[in-house]
């Protein structure tokens, strides 16, 4: 059974940083591309970065470009999602998928930027 369980939100202040991690069970990660997608309160999902399978090429929405960097542990099955430079409109709910819209998805975790 394909598993995804995301961690590592919370609440913090404009300026600082978090790193989401999305724990995979049931499938390998090195075989399969990654997406993180968020939602704010109130709005439609955005994409936020993806990382491919093998050689893990990375892409980033411009929202976030030069503030994220995701990545891949192969031997922990876990993808991240280093969080710098956080703004308010960062708010959201952070999802990891893998496979699509209509793939798997994890619970989400809460990232919440405020003063």
């Known amino acids: 059974e394909v598993q995804l369980v995301e961690s590592g939100g919370g609440l913090v202040q404009p300026g600082g940083s978090l790193r989401l991690s999305c724990a995979a069970s049931?499938?390998?990660?090195?075989?399969?591309?990654m997406t993180w997608v968020r939602q704010a309160p109130g709005k439609g999902l955005e994409w936020v970065s993806l990382i491919e399978s093998g050689g893990g090429t990375t892409t980033y929405a411009d929202s976030v470009k030069g503030r994220f960097t995701i990545s891949r542990d192969d031997a922990k099955n876990t993808v991240y999602l280093q969080m710098n430079s956080l703004r308010p409109e960062d708010t959201a709910v952070y999802y990891c998928n893998v496979g699509g819209p209509f793939g798997n998805w994890g619970q989400g975790t809460q990232v919440s930027v405020s003063s």
């Open positions: 049931g499938f390998t990660l090195f075989n399969n591309y």
